[in-house]
């Protein structure tokens, strides 16, 4: 059986799956996207075409106009380019008969929506087989992924620890709409015990810089670009002038781990003692690993494990 797991979210969209010599393969591509009236003369590997419509896919789609991106900012501009990704990823790696199922992260803030967009996904792409789609809650399916085959895990006092057997940790997914993250005792996870929360991802470390650059500058950045200043540390280049706001990016990422922090202290700490001496032992940080140098300094749990 042959699966591909595909996670297609607002900054970015992951493929993963085992080649057919047993090899693991993993891609990323910005998850840009952009609808064109007619194609370009451009490289045919990133302009694809479902149904009558022709798109732009990934890091070519923001050299095109603004007018011509889809705005990716909540579920229902995300459902809509799902299908033209997962279209165009398998089209890619051997179309649509090669891989048995498919398997899609959905951030548990919209959990209400699973249903709604396993159905679009059907209509959409006019697949006619059955279970060929399923739906994983993001943060829970990081611990599905470490029972099956373990983590290297890094204890940053001694180095590496190779592959850590753990039963009790916390996993932390920071996107960048959504903050998920699912508490996991004696190696057991439930639904009950993972939350989803929309608008709290790093987009509030954007909304930061961008406030900031308006109030200083008046200069006025799209979400897209706060993210491209926040992934290069603060410096860009905008109508030839240099600018340089490392250490106010830097404030801005303090501040938002504290806030998640706080939230985790204040939601989690009931289901696991984050706090206490076990947690000292067991915090694990998921998506937000970009970020683990500042978050060393906020938390001890932190400084133990991160993933």
């Given at each position: 059986?042959?699966?591909?797991?595909?996670?297609?979210?607002?900054?970015?969209?992951?493929?993963?799956?085992?080649?057919?010599?047993?090899?693991?393969?993993?891609?990323?591509?910005?998850?840009?996207?952009?609808?064109?009236?007619?194609?370009?003369?451009?490289?045919?590997?990133?302009?694809?075409?479902?149904?009558?419509?022709?798109?732009?896919?990934?890091?070519?789609?923001?050299?095109?106009?603004?007018?011509?991106?889809?705005?990716?900012?909540?579920?229902?501009?995300?459902?809509?380019?799902?299908?033209?990704?997962?279209?165009?990823?398998?089209?890619?790696?051997?179309?649509?008969?090669?891989?048995?199922h498919?398997?899609?992260?959905?951030?548990?803030?919209?959990?209400?929506?699973?249903?709604?967009?396993?159905?679009?996904?059907?209509?959409?792409?006019?697949?006619?087989?059955?279970?060929?789609?399923?739906?994983?809650?993001?943060?829970?399916?990081?611990?599905?992924?470490y029972?099956?085959?373990?983590?290297?895990?890094?204890d940053?006092?001694?180095?590496?620890?190779?592959?850590?057997?753990?039963?009790?940790?916390?996993?932390?997914?920071?996107?960048?709409?959504?903050?998920d993250?699912?508490?996991?005792?004696?190696?057991?996870?439930?639904?009950?015990?993972?939350?989803?929360?929309?608008?709290?991802?790093?987009?509030?470390?954007?909304?930061?810089?961008?406030d900031?650059?308006?109030?200083?500058?008046?200069?006025?950045?799209?979400?897209?670009?706060?993210?491209?200043?926040?992934?290069?540390?603060?410096?860009?280049?905008?109508?030839?002038?240099?600018?340089?706001?490392?250490?106010?990016?830097?404030?801005?990422?303090?501040?938002?781990?504290?806030?998640?922090?706080?939230?985790?202290?204040?939601?989690?700490?009931?289901?696991?003692?984050?706090?206490?001496?076990?947690?000292?032992?067991?915090?694990?940080?998921?998506?937000?690993?970009?970020?683990?140098?500042?978050?060393?300094?906020?938390a001890?749990?932190?400084?133990?494990?991160?993933?």
């Open positions: 059986m042959r699966l591909i797991a595909i996670d297609c979210g607002y900054s970015s969209v992951k493929c993963c799956f085992y080649s057919e010599d047993g090899a693991l393969q993993f891609d990323k591509y910005i998850s840009s996207v952009a609808k064109i009236d007619n194609p370009l003369e451009i490289d045919n590997d990133v302009m694809f075409n479902l149904g009558s419509d022709t798109y732009v896919m990934g890091a070519a789609a923001l050299k095109l106009g603004r007018n011509y991106l889809i705005d990716i900012k909540d579920y229902e501009s995300l459902k809509s380019v799902y299908p033209v990704w997962i279209s165009y990823l398998l089209n890619k790696y051997g179309g649509i008969d090669s891989f048995d498919v398997i899609i992260g959905l951030s548990l803030a919209f959990s209400d929506k699973a249903d709604d967009l396993l159905a679009y996904l059907y209509d959409t792409l006019m697949i006619e087989k059955d279970n060929y789609f399923y739906v994983l809650p993001q943060a829970l399916s990081c611990k599905l992924g029972s099956l085959k373990g983590l290297d895990i890094t940053t006092n001694t180095g590496s620890m190779g592959e850590a057997a753990l039963n009790n940790y916390l996993i932390v997914d920071g996107g960048f709409y959504t903050l993250w699912a508490t996991v005792i004696g190696s057991k996870a439930s639904a009950g015990a993972a939350v989803g929360i929309k608008d709290s991802g790093i987009v509030r470390i954007v909304y930061s810089i961008a900031f650059l308006f109030r200083n500058y008046q200069l006025k950045v799209s979400l897209k670009e706060g993210q491209n200043i926040l992934d290069n540390g603060g410096i860009f280049i905008r109508r030839g002038r240099r600018y340089d706001i490392s250490e106010q990016v830097k404030e801005f990422t303090k501040k938002y781990l504290g806030e998640v922090f706080d939230l985790l202290e204040n939601q989690a700490a009931d289901s696991l003692n984050f706090w206490g001496s076990i947690a000292e032992k067991i915090s694990l940080i998921a998506g937000t690993i970009k970020f683990k140098s500042a978050a060393w300094g906020l001890p749990q932190v400084q133990r494990l991160c993933m």
